[in-house]
């Protein structure tokens, strides 16, 4: 993924957790917000790539082995690959905090 996508990636499971967060719906919580539709449709009903990895980062935190599985063979993703790119990740949230903290 390019920088661009992976912000897009960001925003989804930062907008997928507003709903846990403020205990409303997330539709409610995002609709007034100008998103763009692939971000929207994303996070509300895991379409398009963008929806598939935010639904199996859901599947990998609930430990759903086997649909952790059916999904990264649909994504055409190994195990490592997988892996390697949730690290990645995680190092470029932890860069952004960084940046943020001075």
Known sequence: MDRADQEQAFMAGMFSMLGILFGTP???LIQPLQLSDTLVSAV???EGDLGQLLQLMELTMQRDAPGVATLLSGLQLTP???TLASVQACQWM???AREVQG
């Open 44 to 46: 509300l009903r895991h």
């Open 26 to 28: 997330v539709a409610e």
């Open 94 to 96: 932890l860069d952004i």
């Open 80 to 82: 490592a690959q997988f």
